[in-house]
C-alpha cells in the first residue's frame, strides 16, 4: 500500500501562531505508538537512520537502565548553506513541538529539551508560551559553529559544558544527557512525525535549501524527484553540490539523472545529508569555491585530534595554493590526495571525513580547472562574487 499523499506540509502559511498551526493540522491525536506510525521515516539530519528503529532502541536503552530517557531537539543547523531547520523553527515551531511531545511519549522521557540558535530562541520561546509549554520543554542556545549541531556535541552543550564532539563509545543513545539514554533527532524529523501521526504522507518528502545565482530558497519536495526538477539547471551550470559543506561536487550532466533518493544519490558516491542543493555557475571557479570553504571547514574544526589539528589546515592550505593560477609545486596535488586519505577514519568525530569528501569530489570534478590553473589561468569571470556562503568573508 502507498503512503498518504502530503496534504498540509511543513512551512506553512508563514503564521507560526498556534491558532494558524491547529487551523491547518488540527489537535494532535493521542491515540497510537509513534514507532507504529513512523514506518519508513527516516532522519532528516544527514545520517538518514530509520526514525522507529532509533525510537525503540533509546526506549530499550532506557528500560535496561531503569532511568527515564531524555529527548534533545536538533536545530543546531551549522552548515552554513542550509536553511531548512531554521525556516522550520520559524515558520511551523508548533509541528517540530508537537514531534517532541510524540518522542517523549515514545521512550519514556521525562525530560524534554530543544536545541536551536540563539536568535531563534525568543521565537521559540512565544511559541512554548502559546502551549503553556515553558515548564516541560526547556531551550538551548547553541553557538553559530559548524559543529554545534554534532550529535555529541550537542548533549555537551546541553549538559552546561563547550559544545564540543567527543568520542561515540558509549553512543549517546546509551549514555548522553546527565549520563541516561538521549534521543537527538533532528527538528525536520520531529515535524514529520508530527504530520506522520495525523495521517499525512510526510515520510516521503523532503526540505532542501536550494542555491543557484544570485538567490537561496527553502522548498520541500518528494525524495522521488528528480534532482533537475528541484533545482533549476541550465546549459551554463557546470556542477552541483549535493549534501553541503561535507557533500559531494557531481558534474552537471550526472546530477540531471538523478533523483533526490538515496539509493540513487549513493549510486553516484553522494547522499543528501544536510539537504543541500547548488547549482554552480559557469562563471565561477570550482576549485576556488572548494577552497574557501574547506579553509572554513579547518578553521571550524574542534581542534582535539591530529585529523583536525593537523590535516585539515594543511588540506586547506595546499587547496588554496592550487585555486591560484600559476606554477605550483609538482607533487602539491598528490600531496594533498595523501593526506586526505590519512585523515579519514581518525577522527573523534566525522568532520574529518566529511571535510575530505567535498575535496575528493572536488578534484576529480575540477580537473580541468586544476589544469588551466596549472597552466596559468582561470576560467571563472574576472571579478566574479562569490558563489558559495563562507561566513567571516574567507576567500
Same mark, same amino acid.
Request: net charge positive; with cysteine; hydrophobic share 45%.
Given at each position: 500500500?502507498?503512503?498518504?499523499?502530503?496534504?498540509?506540509?511543513?512551512?506553512?502559511?508563514?503564521?507560526?501562531?498556534?491558532?494558524?498551526?491547529?487551523?491547518?493540522?488540527?489537535?494532535?491525536?493521542?491515540?497510537?505508538?509513534?514507532?507504529?506510525?513512523?514506518?519508513?521515516?527516516? $532522519?532528516?539530519?544527514?545520517?538518514?537512520?530509520?526514525?522507529?528503529?532509533?525510537?525503540?532502541?533509546?526506549?530499550?536503552?532506557?528500560?535496561?537502565?531503569?532511568?527515564?530517557?531524555?529527548?534533545?531537539?536538533?536545530?543546531?543547523?551549522?552548515?552554513?548553506?542550509?536553511?531548512?531547520?531554521?525556516?522550520?523553527?520559524?515558520?511551523?515551531?508548533?509541528?517540530?513541538?508537537?514531534?517532541?511531545?510524540?518522542?517523549?511519549?515514545?521512550? $519514556?522521557?521525562?525530560?524534554?529539551?530543544?536545541?536551536?540558535?540563539?536568535?531563534?530562541?525568543?521565537?521559540?520561546?512565544?511559541?512554548?508560551?502559546?502551549?503553556?509549554?515553558?515548564?516541560?520543554?526547556?531551550?538551548?542556545?547553541?553557538?553559530?559553529?559548524?559543529?554545534?549541531?554534532?550529535?555529541?556535541?550537542?548533549?555537551?552543550?546541553?549538559?552546561?559544558?563547550?559544545?564540543?564532539?567527543?568520542?561515540?563509545?558509549?553512543?549517546?543513545?546509551?549514555?548522553?544527557?546527565?549520563?541516561?539514554?538521549?534521543?537527538?533527532?533532528?527538528?525536520?524529523?520531529?515535524?514529520?512525525?508530527?504530520?506522520?501521526?495525523?495521517?499525512?504522507?510526510?515520510?516521503?518528502?523532503?526540505?532542501?535549501?536550494?542555491?543557484?545565482?544570485?538567490?537561496?530558497?527553502?522548498?520541500?519536495?518528494?525524495?522521488?524527484?528528480?534532482?533537475?526538477?528541484?533545482?533549476?539547471?541550465?546549459?551554463?551550470?557546470?556542477?552541483?553540490?549535493?549534501?553541503?559543506?561535507?557533500?559531494?561536487?557531481?558534474?552537471?550532466?550526472?546530477?540531471?539523472?538523478?533523483?533526490?533518493?538515496?539509493?540513487?544519490?549513493?549510486?553516484? $558516491?553522494?547522499?543528501?545529508?544536510?539537504?543541500?542543493?547548488?547549482?554552480?555557475?559557469?562563471?565561477?571557479?570550482?576549485?576556488?569555491?572548494?577552497?574557501?570553504?574547506?579553509?572554513?571547514?579547518?578553521?571550524?574544526?574542534?581542534?582535539?585530534?591530529?585529523?583536525?589539528?593537523?590535516?585539515?589546515?594543511?588540506?586547506?592550505?595546499?587547496?588554496?595554493?592550487?585555486?591560484?593560477?600559476?606554477?605550483?609545486?609538482?607533487?602539491?596535488?598528490?600531496?594533498?590526495?595523501?593526506?586526505?586519505?590519512?585523515?579519514?577514519?581518525?577522527?573523534?568525530?566525522?568532520?574529518?571525513?566529511?571535510?575530505?569528501?567535498?575535496?575528493?569530489?572536488?578534484?576529480?570534478?575540477?580537473?580541468?580547472?586544476?589544469?588551466?590553473?596549472?597552466?596559468?589561468?582561470?576560467?571563472?569571470?574576472?571579478?566574479?562574487?562569490?558563489?558559495?556562503?563562507?561566513?567571516?568573508?574567507?576567500?
Amino acid at each position: 500500500m502507498s503512503a498518504p499523499p502530503l496534504t498540509r506540509g511543513l512551512l506553512g502559511t508563514g503564521d507560526p501562531s498556534l491558532v494558524a498551526h491547529l487551523a491547518t493540522h488540527g489537535p494532535l491525536p493521542h491515540g497510537g505508538h509513534p514507532t507504529s506510525f513512523a514506518g519508513e521515516l527516516t $532522519g532528516r539530519g544527514g545520517a538518514g537512520f530509520p526514525t522507529a528503529r532509533k525510537l525503540a532502541s533509546v526506549a530499550d536503552a532506557a528500560r535496561a537502565a531503569r532511568v527515564p530517557a531524555v529527548v534533545v531537539g536538533n536545530g543546531g543547523e551549522g552548515e552554513p548553506a542550509a536553511a531548512k531547520d531554521a525556516t522550520l523553527l520559524a515558520r511551523s515551531p508548533h509541528l517540530v513541538l508537537d514531534g517532541l511531545q510524540l518522542a517523549a511519549r515514545a521512550v $519514556g522521557a521525562d525530560t524534554v529539551v530543544l536545541a536551536a540558535g540563539r536568535h531563534q530562541l525568543a521565537g521559540l520561546d512565544r511559541a512554548l508560551g502559546e502551549r503553556g509549554d515553558r515548564e516541560r520543554v526547556r531551550l538551548v542556545g547553541l553557538p553559530d559553529r559548524f559543529l554545534a549541531g554534532e550529535e555529541t556535541a550537542l548533549v555537551a552543550a546541553v549538559d552546561g559544558g563547550p559544545s564540543l564532539p567527543r568520542g561515540k563509545v558509549p553512543p549517546v543513545w546509551q549514555r548522553g544527557v546527565q549520563g541516561r539514554p538521549t534521543l537527538v533527532q533532528n527538528v525536520e524529523t520531529l515535524a514529520r512525525l508530527a504530520l506522520l501521526a495525523r495521517g499525512d504522507g510526510a515520510a516521503g518528502h523532503t526540505l532542501v535549501t536550494r542555491h543557484v545565482a544570485g538567490r537561496a530558497d527553502v522548498a520541500e519536495v518528494p525524495l522521488g524527484a528528480r534532482l533537475a526538477a528541484v533545482l533549476p539547471l541550465d546549459a551554463g551550470t557546470q556542477a552541483v553540490l549535493v549534501g553541503g559543506y561535507h557533500g559531494s561536487w557531481l558534474p552537471a550532466a550526472v546530477a540531471a539523472e538523478l533523483t533526490l533518493e538515496r539509493s540513487s544519490l549513493a549510486s553516484v $558516491g553522494a547522499s543528501l545529508g544536510a539537504g543541500v542543493l547548488a547549482a554552480l555557475p559557469a562563471d565561477r571557479c570550482g576549485v576556488r569555491e572548494t577552497a574557501a570553504v574547506v579553509g572554513y571547514l579547518a578553521a571550524q574544526s574542534a581542534g582535539q585530534c591530529g585529523p583536525c589539528l593537523n590535516g585539515l589546515p594543511r588540506i586547506a592550505t595546499a587547496l588554496e595554493l592550487l585555486a591560484r593560477p600559476g606554477p605550483r609545486r609538482p607533487q602539491l596535488l598528490a600531496d594533498l590526495e595523501r593526506w586526505s586519505g590519512l585523515v579519514v577514519g581518525r577522527g573523534a568525530c566525522t568532520h574529518p571525513d566529511g571535510s575530505v569528501r567535498l575535496v575528493a569530489s572536488a578534484l576529480r570534478v575540477f580537473a580541468p580547472e586544476l589544469d588551466a590553473h596549472a597552466a596559468g589561468w582561470c576560467t571563472a569571470a574576472p571579478g566574479a562574487r562569490p558563489f558559495l556562503p563562507v561566513p567571516g568573508g574567507a576567500r
